[in-house]
Structures are given as structure tokens and as C-alpha cells.
């Protein structure tokens, strides 16, 4: 018996000087996981166990002065257990008033979008970059999204969804941690930590400029077939 230990003992020191020690395999991490990765371990929202402690933690937090002028924070809204995830930009004039995502004319359009590849907001969940209205509706600036994109990455932990759809570029650029133009992080299918993420068209860009309305029906096509792959 001893003969077999010493055996196996030695195949073991020369397996690891050939390929380094033997060391335990860790599991692979979670997407939830990989995305608290990009949150400083001492922010609140790590503690935040669900949604409604993070929606509270929103509507109680000034994180960025623009929180101070919100009529009402807008946080996200749908099925949390959606496979889908819908990241918008920041809420406009309607949203703040009501505190839901996309309801007013860009939101309207975009229930006919879903509508046309057989999706409800019942089978999404849906919410922006930002969680108030920037002033006039101008782009966020980088201190709001440094401020509010904690809360959108512990959502996205929380929710695990397993493909993002990014409207519009803001969103595309932020998720994707690029500076590359819309026109090149469209019509293609991104790996993000583990899920499946594309970038279109915002719907309120579509309701200025309708040549965009082609390439975004490819990107919703997109959608539907990764929904479908499932
Ligand atoms: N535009 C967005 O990006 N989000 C909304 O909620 C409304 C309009």
C-alpha cells in the first residue's frame, strides 16, 4: 500500500511541475456575481437584498443634485423575473411625473415595438441609466451616471436577466463601458458577463428620424430569435 501512495505521490509532484499545484477549482461566478464586481464592495446597494429595499433606498437618496429637482424618482418597472431587460436612458417629462419608465410618446412607440416581436411589459423588466430627469431632457452628464449606475447594476444582479436590449446610445455606451458610435454596437449580439446584450435605436431618435425604423426591426429580429433560442 505504501508502495501505491509513494506512487501516486510522485506522479502528483511531477503532474505539478509540469503544470503548476494542484489547486482546488473555484465554482465559475454568477452574472450576478460578475456585475457586483463593478461595485465598490463598501456602496449601500450591496446590502439592498431586493428590489423594494433598492427602490426605497432610491426614493429616500440624493446621489447626484439632479435627485433634488425629480418630481418623483423613476426606478423600473415590469416582470422582475423576466428573462428580458430593457435599459433606457433617463426618464423624460412624463416619466417624472408619473415615476414610471417609458409612458409617454417614446414609451408608446415602444409598446408597438414589442407588440411586433409578440413582447408585453409583463415579459420584460424595463428601466433607465438614470433614475430622474436630467434638466430640458439633455444627455446625463458622467458624475450622474457615476452616481446612479450602482443601482442599475445591483437591478441587473437582482433580476439576472439573460438578454439586455440597450436603447440608444447613452445606454449602449454605458452599459458597454465604449465610446463607440451607435451605428457600430448595433446589429450584432454582445457578450455581457455571461448574457446576451444588443444595442438600438432609441425610440424617441426613431420618432425624429424614420430611416432609422429599418435597422432597429433587424435588432428587434435579433431579440426574438435569442428570446426564442432560450
Ligand atoms: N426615455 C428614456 O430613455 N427613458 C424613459 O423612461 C423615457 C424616455
Given amino acids: 500500500m505504501n508502495e501505491v501512495l509513494h506512487a501516486v505521490k510522485d506522479f502528483l509532484i511531477s503532474e505539478s511541475a509540469l503544470h503548476g499545484p494542484l489547486v482546488p477549482l473555484e465554482p465559475p461566478k454568477t452574472f450576478a456575481q460578475k456585475i457586483m464586481d463593478l ?5 449601500p446597494v450591496c446590502e439592498m ?10 426614493q429616500t437618496s440624493i446621489l447626484t443634485p439632479i435627485d433634488q429637482d425629480r ?3 423613476v426606478f423600473g418597472d415590469g416582470n422582475p423575473q423576466a428573462t428580458i431587460m430593457l435599459i433606457g436612458e433617463a426618464p423624460g ?3 417624472d411625473k408619473t415615476g414610471s419608465p417609458f409612458v409617454g410618446r417614446a414609451g408608446q412607440l415602444l409598446d408597438k415595438m414589442l407588440a411586433a416581436i409578440d ?3 409583463q415579459d420584460i423588466y ?3 441609466i438614470l433614475k430622474s430627469r436630467p434638466p430640458k431632457n439633455r444627455d446625463p452628464n458622467p458624475d450622474e451616471v457615476a452616481a446612479h449606475l450602482p443601482v442599475l447594476y445591483r437591478q441587473l444582479s437582482l433580476i439576472a436577466p439573460e438578454i439586455i436590449l440597450c436603447l440608444g446610445r ?16 448595433r446589429g450584432q449580439i454582445h457578450g455581457y458577463h455571461g448574457a446576451s446584450l444588443i444595442v ?6 426613431l420618432l425624429r428620424n424614420s430611416t432609422w425604423k429599418r435597422p432597429t426591426w433587424e435588432d428587434l429580429k435579433l431579440l426574438r430569435e435569442l428570446y426564442l433560442s432560450q
Fill in 71 to 73: 418630481t418623483l424618482p
Fill in 126 to 128: 424595463i428601466t433607465n
Fill in 49 to 58: 437584498k431586493s428590489l423594494d429595499d433598492l427602490q426605497r433606498y432610491v
Fill in 170 to 185: 447613452v445606454s449602449g455606451q454605458t452599459i458597454l463601458e465604449t465610446a463607440s458610435p451607435l451605428n457600430q454596437l
Fill in 93 to 95: 417629462a412624463d416619466e
Fill in 119 to 121: 413582447l408585453s411589459r
Fill in 200 to 205: 438600438t435605436y432609441h425610440p424617441a431618435a
Fill in 39 to 43: 461595485v465598490d464592495d463598501a456602496h
